[in-house]
């Protein structure tokens, strides 16, 4: 049975219909609130769906994450990362012949152009590599004149293409700038991840090094963080190309969203608090502090706006975290330490149990960057990486069909219409 709601507006009883998802909460459809006059009020979006979408979906309560339909945990146990930016951008899983030459498609479109590479000349050895990053996605938009009409399937697709390639290597080349190294080209024989990892901690024209365990987290850890439906940075990227503005442009509005520390720069703030901690024997301390109501400290890498339940991927990553550690040798490692206590006083604490606050995914994942030997500083870096199929994939999906330039209202509360006064008479 179709639902409705109803709602009095100044004595009149206006309907609202709902729109029915497939799964999880359906939708009330305000739409013809304003010719009624009165608009709503969601500071924050906690109760507002901004579009429709097919391609994640999450049961916070229930701890649920399906790219497409398919679970978190089927896809990081047996798929691989370029599988799932496929699934992601073409909705369905790729046969044998699609995904290699999906594969091919990216790795001959890793390189940089050389004239390009200068754009780091522009930044110092101390930039942050997110500065950087957004600098440089932005700038690619300079490169592909010619493929930029996002009214064109096939201009849009090449640019999904060029962004999934090229920001391993724009991102390796951030962290080779902050060390004041040369960089390294991609490599064609090498796997996504085990390219990055070569181009960050490689040496130039060696054969690659990097070790399966590491490239086979790194490769999974992409996976886990490729979308998360309407989150702050693809909401961003979302509005942002709801302008009609290109591609790079709309990615690198939403790499600046991702940056804050209330959301991908996360993993970077879990490190800088269990620094700013320094000793077991202060965690408790630091607790307390994160509970205290007078006091704004939070503690990084806890809490989440939609999962009230341990997030999937955090569980996922929480296993490949241990194992890292341990081929690293990293478990007696100090600072490791005190992050597996933090982890377990937190989960003991009503204050956290009674608020649904649980370890999230930049939790394992800082301390997985940690155990791997990558710079705090590159971690949001990371992160980028991992959600760009995500982001090209709703910014498609909005402009695949027809979308209105995001434009949201506001309740105006500030000085009603007043004279201007001359300066002399203030
Ligand atoms: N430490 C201490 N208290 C917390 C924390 C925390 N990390 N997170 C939430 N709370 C408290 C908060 O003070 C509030 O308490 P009360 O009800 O007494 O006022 C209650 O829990 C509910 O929190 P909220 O701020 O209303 O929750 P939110 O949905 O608005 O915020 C969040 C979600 C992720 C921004 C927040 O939990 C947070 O700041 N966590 C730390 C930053 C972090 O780890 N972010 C990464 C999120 S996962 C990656 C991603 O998907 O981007």
Redesign the pocket.
Known sequence: MRQKVEITIDGKIVELPVLEAAAGRNVVDVRGLIAEGIYTFDP?F?STASCESRITYIDGEAGVLTYRGYPIEQLAEESSFLEVCYLLLEGELPSETQLSSFVQDISARMPIDDQFKHIFDGFTEKAHPMSMLCAAIAGLASLYHDDLDIKNAAHRRESAMQLIAKTPTLAAMTYRKSIGAKFIEPDPELGYAENFLNMCFGEPGKPSSVSSTLSDAMDRIFILHAD?EQ???TSTVRLAGSTEADPYAAVAAGIAA?WG????G??E??LDVLNEIGDESRVQEYVDK??D?NDP??????????YKNF?PRAKVMQASCHAVLHEQGADNDPLLKMAMQLEKIAREEE??ID?K?YP????YSGITFKAMGIPTNMFTALFVLGRMPGWIAHWDEMLSAPFKIGRPRQLYLGPTKRDYVAIDRR
């Open positions: 924050g906690l998360h989150n702050a940075s991702l520390p209330s959301h991908g996360a993993n703030a879990v994160a509970k109501k400290f939070k503690l990084m890498g806890f809490g989440h706006r939609v997030d204050y956290f608020r606050l999230n995914i930049d939790f």
